[in-house]
């Protein structure tokens, strides 16, 4: 029994001199990761709030676009990308609010929002959509460069056809039928290889491009 005692008291002997070399670090790992624990959950939770705050929001702003209270579209647009500009909602908000603005003639606001959504919006296809119609509205202000410059980065395959056929439209206008013809060439090339089930694949859509195609070649150099 005495053996056997002596043994426990060796061993917990053992166990004390760890603890005294370990315990602190052990105790501030435990901390930390507590610590973090906490915070993640801290932040899902921001995350969750401000998600459910902003798709409220985009809600009333919905119904604004609806009932044709272009103010409240306005405001209501402006809220969610000031406060929720990490949302997706922030993006949709900023097309649906450039929409109505360039319906209802102001273009300065629209672009305004067209532009911030190219830049700063946080899903990429809104992103190329906003600078599609940006693009859109600078060119049919006449404001060429400006609108190439839009569609300068390339887009996803989805928008590839559309960026490219735009270009050929801003290059045409230019009196730049040469180069106006390649880029609907490249707008074919791209619609053409789309995946299957992409919304720009389509005979109708094809057969635009292959009038404008022919357009520009009948307006060419010759080459």
């Known amino acids: 029994m005495a053996v056997y005692d002596l043994e426990e008291q060796e061993q917990l002997d053992e166990i004390k001199t760890w603890w005294k ?6 105790t501030w790992i435990v901390t930390a990761v507590a610590v ?14 401000q998600a459910a705050q902003a798709a409220s929001l985009y809600g009333a702003l919905q119904v ?4 044709g209270d272009f103010k409240q579209v306005r405001d209501a647009a402006g809220e969610l990308i000031e406060k929720y500009p990490g949302t997706s909602y922030a993006g949709l908000a900023a097309l649906m609010a450039a929409k109505v603005q360039a319906e209802t003639g102001d273009a300065k606001n629209a672009k305004a929002q067209l532009g911030w959504a190219a830049e700063k919006a946080d899903d990429p296809g809104v992103r190329d959509l906003a600078r599609l119609r940006l693009a859109t509205l600078l060119a049919d202000e006449k404001a060429f460069d400006e609108a190439l410059k839009q569609l300068a980065a390339e ?7 559309r960026f490219q056929e735009l270009r050929g439209d801003i290059l045409l206008g230019q009196g730049k039928a040469a180069e106006a013809r390649t880029a609907y060439e490249n707008a074919i090339a791209r619609h053409d290889g789309a995946r299957q089930g992409d919304a720009l694949r389509g005979k109708a859509y094809r057969d635009i491009l292959q009038v404008k195609l022919e357009t520009a070649i009948a307006g060419g150099d010759g080459k």
């Open 21 to 26: 070399q370990y315990g602190n670090l052990i």
């Open 36 to 49: 973090a624990l906490a915070g993640w959950q801290g932040w899902n939770w921001w995350q969750r709030n």
């Open 64 to 67: 604004a676009t609806m009932k």
């Open 155 to 161: 887009p996803s395959s989805h928008f590839a056809a």
